[in-house]
């Protein structure tokens, strides 16, 4: 049993990794790395899963081929134009540390440097219609404006959004892996795409995107680890389909599934009459094959299942979602049997990561659970009403919309940096100028 010829917290630390974190990435316990950190005995594979995360193999030297993209290069001006060319095969889990892209000093601003075309990613269509006199709300805005109003105000509310969101962090990982997973769960009448070969395109996507102004090493290779994790995640996922049949008693109805029903029908804002109307996206209604019942799949990318598993009776999400579909019909002649949790681990599968690494759990909900979100809905979104309302005769945001700062901040807002700078005298609203715009929420639930 070895004990670490490195130094496991410096390295952490320099990496900006918790001990969280570092024991997600290696598979192993908190206590381990802890033990790991402070000159305990581990392991050979425990220590060799740290020494993976911490001390990743060389990157391949950027002047070599590159087999993942051919980069062809023309010159316009001063600047040469990139062809990332998107393989016809997806490399095997052996070679999936490769650099996203041959290295130049900076990446063109050429109108004609485009990677590739963007995928069209399928939907059942339709999309909030906003109209006069209605109220729309969605378990996104209820759950933000439980948890922090000050990011209500800011998100919703006011509808600031940085101007360009990070392509690295938690979201970003979720994001990418979520798209690829949309181009597989198709209807009959379309192709499904290998995700595997779909990811590779968003990866090349974002990666143009946010290095059109040039790019540092430092950010490179971050970029590359993330994406190396993606596509171990959704190579594995792939290999976890073929070997268990999870989607094999599945027909996908339709992806993208936009749905909104109405909670109040007779309030009101501002003086007004209004009908409030709740909404929400299911990332796959599907129908069971052996009974013909539909259930919808919702996607997500874990740091591990014991916890999300355990939280899954009360998760208001799949409960708002099961609502919904309860809601559009109410005879239950057509009834949804409730969600299937699908989740990929965020891990790349070491030798020392422990297995499982993907697990679908079905959850149900029965008409008393239902009808227990509905009432809660309703109350919540009566008070999203009255701080709206509040608002909107200029009472002080710092004491209706006020904060609730937790653990969650640091990677989960978006608004961390400027929210204290509300309540010291800063000149917040010059920076919100600089690095926010304004944009329309309900976006995301729009037909793309």
Known sequence: MP?????????????????????????????????????????????????????????????????????????????????????????????????????????????????????????????????????????????????????????????????????????????????????????????????????????????TYHTQEGFTAEFQKKYDQQANLERAMIAGYVDWLANTGEDADLDVIAPETYIEATIIKDTELNHQPIEVRMIGKLDVRVQRRTDGVRMFIDHKTVSDFVQKARLLPIDEQMLHYHMLEWLQDPANEDRCAGALYNMLRKVKRTPAAKPPFYERIPVPHNSYEINSMLRRVVSESEDILDVQEALDRGDDPTAVAYPNPGPDCTWKCDFIGVCPMFDDGSRVEALLEEYYRVHDPLEYYEEK
């Open 3 to 207: 004990i670490a010829t490195f130094d496991v917290r410096a390295l952490r630390e320099q990496r900006g990794l918790s001990r969280k974190r570092l024991a997600d990435l290696s598979g192993l316990t908190e206590s381990r790395v802890w033990g790991a950190e402070n000159g305990k005995q581990l392991a050979a594979e425990h220590l060799e899963a740290i020494r993976h995360v911490l001390l990743p193999e060389p990157q391949i030297d950027p002047d070599s081929p590159n087999p993942l993209f051919d980069a062809t290069r023309e010159s316009t001006g001063s600047n040469p134009v990139v062809h990332p060319v998107i393989p016809d095969s997806i490399p095997d889990e052996g070679s999936l540390d490769l650099p996203i892209l041959t290295l130049v000093e900076q990446l063109p601003t050429h109108p004609e440097a485009q990677s590739v075309e963007p995928l069209s990613i399928p939907t059942a269509g339709g999309g909030p219609e906003r109209r006069e006199g209605v109220r729309l709300i969605s378990n996104s805005e209820i759950m933000t404006f439980k948890q922090c109003r000050r990011k209500w105000w800011l998100g919703w509310y006011r509808g600031l959004e940085l101007k360009k969101e990070s392509p690295i962090g938690a979201r970003a990982v979720g994001n990418r892996v979520h798209r690829a997973l949309k181009m597989y769960y198709v209807p009959q009448g379309y192709t499904p795409m290998d995700p595997r070969l779909a990811l590779e395109r968003f990866i090349t996507e974002d990666w």
